[in-house]
């Protein structure tokens, strides 16, 4: 951050008082802009982010993708970047979100699918490969792409302690999505991305279908299992980083729970379809709202937290020419105000951007 910018140099003075007058003309430059918090929104629909500036939620900003090579899938933000992946169409693109309408797109491994994506740093980014169980390296300044072999239907990553972690769903590629045929329990995949090699893997005991990872306020991983749906509920698993392990597993999401978010702090937020917003404490390991008593939401898809407390829940919509919403709550979960977004929302992530981006 700029600061003050010192004047000539004196090299002799008459006495203090020169030295204060001097000093008070010294000559000074306006420190720059501080960036705020904005919410990222990703429409699959109508290929469109919304990006919302959480001081003035009033005033979203639509940007238009255009063609990526598939439909939207994922988002990762990091700073003014974001990752888009377009699910069976094999591509990836690379949103400069300060200056909306800037759009590359990198092909990878042809018929290899493009769903969970992460940043490792500003160059650096890993993006599942379900239909090859692999995993794409992606240099975003040179466009250079390596693959690594993972486990059976990578589905999501997450990036902490200098390693890449892949959740790996562990489905039959020949059945719907909407009808998981899961083969049995996830497990993670443990990535060294200086090297480009596997150093681990981690059971992930539970009902398979692993299709959401993030890290706690606590650094802890928080893995949810979706399970097959019907009768089964998904569970939520808590592993361990460093001793790379699972220490922790929950159910009471009901069936085919979606994304899990955290607030940075000891707050994780469970989105499902059938039991909308789900909040689980890390602190005392209690899940707070499970499955009955969430907060009811219309297809809802994923959530995130601003610094403030503020829950942003994202709806989907009815994804055929309805609006997806965006559901503010206060920390008590009272609601706020709805803005809407594009057509059926998909994906969610908050990022700091400077004011005039």
Known sequence: MAGLRSGPIVRQAAGAGALLL????????????????????????????????????HSPVTVHLGPIGGTPYALAARGSQGLVTSGAGSTVALVDLGAPQSVLVFGLAEDAGATGVAFVNDTIAYIANPFT???????????????????????AIAVTRGRVFVANANLDPACPPLAPCVLGPSWLTVIDPDREIVVDSIALPGPGNASSITVGGDGLLYV?????????SGRLSIVDPVLRQEVGSFAGFGPLPGQVSSDGRERLFVTSEEQGLMEFNTRTRRLVRGAGSGIPLQGAVDAAVGSDGLVYAVESGDCVSGPGRIRIFRPDLTEVRIILVGICAVDADIVRLLPDS
Do not use: F, M, Y
């Open 22 to 57: 001097l000093a008070g003309c010294a000559a000074t430059t306006p420190s720059p802009p501080t960036p705020e918090e904005h919410l990222v929104v990703l429409n699959a629909g109508d290929a469109t982010i919304t990006i919302l500036p959480l001081s003035s939620p």
């Open 133 to 155: 169980n692999r995993v794409t390296r992606l240099n975003i300044r040179q466009g250079d792409t390596t693959s690594i072999a993972v486990g059976q239907t990578p589905s």
């Open 224 to 232: 949810i299992s979706a399970g097959p749906g019907g009768e089964e």
